[in-house]
């Protein structure tokens, strides 16, 4: 199975919302609802942001959201804060247990 | 609280054979759960290795289904990576962590950078 596409950069100003796409095929995003988020900060392990395409875990700020909408979902971030500078990977389910990951995308808040 | 650790020896010679345990505190493995390997290379995003329930039942990446061994030792509360004839793409920070069926990872060990050269 190949990578999720995601964007390679984004960028917003604080307090601005962004948002990262991750497009796939109808035999992963587009198939399931199970697409997951992470957030990765230099040099740490990735944090799940997002699981079931918009559920949050308990912890997760509220700014954050997930959507999906045919192969393409979507992680956004409302009121942009210096802290979410960070690298973003999306994540599908593409059945028979297998699991695959978007490139990433590289969050720069200005 | 849940907490994994990955350990392992840090450099590996070409063509040799990639070993890297997970030690899981907090919550017991035969309880339940899948639990996975993900590897990210330098400057590079990540990939998934592989999945293990705690019965055994075991799911890997295609690409790497070849030289990819999962397994899980309940007793010592622990699960284990193996990659065979490593190459030096397969240097990498590798990742452990717990699964919620069927996809999302949480949560994760720091994890271990490995690296393959003579």
């Known amino acids: 199975q190949s990578a999720l596409t995601q964007p390679a950069s984004v960028s917003g100003s604080p307090g601005q919302s962004i948002t990262i796409s991750c497009t796939g095929t109808s035999s992963d995003v587009g198939g399931y609802n199970y697409v997951s988020w992470y957030q990765q900060h230099p040099g740490k392990a990735p944090k799940l942001m997002i699981y079931d395409v918009s559920k949050r875990p308990s912890g997760v700020s509220n700014r954050f959201s997930g959507s999906k909408s045919g192969n393409t979902a979507s992680l956004t971030i409302s009121g942009l804060q210096a802290e979410d500078e960070a690298d973003y990977y999306c994540?599908?389910?593409?059945?028979?247990?297998?699991?695959?990951f978007g490139g990433g995308t590289k969050l720069t808040v200005l | 609280q849940v907490q994994l650790q990955e350990s392992g020896p840090g450099l590996v010679k070409p063509s040799e054979t990639l070993s890297l345990t997970c030690t899981v505190s907090?919550?017991?493995?035969?309880?339940?759960?899948?639990w996975g390997w993900i590897r990210q290379p330098p400057g590079k995003g990540l990939e998934w290795i592989g999945s293990?329930?705690?019965?055994?039942?075991?799911y890997y990446n295609p690409s790497l289904k070849s030289r990819v061994t999962i397994s899980v030792d309940t007793s010592k509360n622990q699960f284990s990576l193996k990659l065979s004839s490593v190459t030096a793409a397969d240097t990498a920070v590798y990742y452990c962590?717990?699964?919620?069926?069927?996809?999302?990872?949480?949560?994760w060990g720091q994890g271990t950078l490995v690296t393959v050269s003579s």
């Open positions: 907090g919550y017991s493995i035969s309880s339940g759960y899948y």
């Open positions: 293990i329930y705690h019965s055994g039942s075991t």
């Open positions: 994540c599908s389910y593409a059945g028979s247990s297998i699991v695959v």
């Open positions: 962590a717990r699964v919620s069926s069927p996809t999302w990872f949480d949560p």
